[in-house]
């Protein structure tokens, strides 16, 4: 049963327009989300989070809306670059005693230049 | 390197043979997790340290996975008698914070263990 859900398992977008990549989540304890970014053969980078009181936090190029009524989140790259092209992880932690994230299957973005 | 570090990158062994798999965190780092991805998927949570307590041991597969980390820095992951559903990267992660709060966790480069 997965609680974090990346639906779309491949994405390829040109430079310079928008990315979006999004992600579902079904448990509603879930109160702070992250985005991670990983390269092949590395670990996950963290990119960008955001509590569930809010439902936009933008770094830069980057923003990441919440949807807490729909349990829907979305990660927003403008403009795209190639070096963005990667695999992005949406990832949730709860309420409970450690802050351990459940994570998405990932999704691989592709962006042509 | 001020990030986290994990040894080794790549282990083979045969089925049945134990291995260590180690991570060293972000120094003053509280908090260090372990996670599992299989090939495709997304990262799973193992298990989860703060400082040199076993907090949550919740995600671990089997009896035959253990972690331990007996000063609160360094952290061993070992697995008995491993077996071809073990084959996945070990991921371990260090976070700043305690408990429930809210922070991002650094992740180390992984173990990818391959058992044959």
């Known amino acids: 049963d997965q609680q974090v859900k990346q639906n779309s398992p491949s994405l390829s977008v040109q430079e310079g327009r928008i990315s979006i990549l999004n992600c579902d989540y079904t448990n509603s304890m879930f109160d702070y989300f992250l985005w991670y970014k990983k390269y092949p053969a590395e670990g996950p980078t963290f990119l960008i989070s955001?509590?569930?009181?809010?439902d936009k936090n933008e770094d830069g190029r980057f923003t990441v809306f919440l949807n807490k009524s729909a349990k829907h989140l979305s990660l927003h790259i403008v403009p795209s670059q190639p070096g963005d092209s990667a695999v992005y992880f949406c990832a949730a932690s709860g309420t409970g005693a450690n802050s351990k994230l459940t994570f998405g299957k990932g999704i691989t973005l592709s962006v042509r230049p | 390197g001020a990030g986290v570090s994990q040894s080794p990158r790549y282990k083979v062994a045969k089925r049945g043979q134990d291995v260590a798999l180690r991570c060293d965190p972000i120094s003053g780092h509280v908090s260090l997790f372990w996670y599992q991805q299989a090939l495709g998927q997304g990262p799973e949570f193992l298990t989860y340290f703060q400082n040199e307590a076993q907090l949550d041991k919740s995600g671990l597969p089997s009896d035959r996975f253990f972690a331990e980390r007996p000063e609160g820095s360094v952290s061993t992951l070992k697995i008995q008698r491993t077996q071809q559903e073990d084959s996945a990267v070990y991921l371990c992660?260090?976070?700043?914070?305690?408990?429930?709060?809210?922070?991002?966790?650094?992740f180390g480069q992984g173990t990818r263990l391959t058992v044959v």
């Open positions: 992660a260090s976070s700043s914070q305690r408990g429930g709060a809210k922070t991002e966790a650094f």
């Open positions: 955001i509590s569930s009181i809010k």
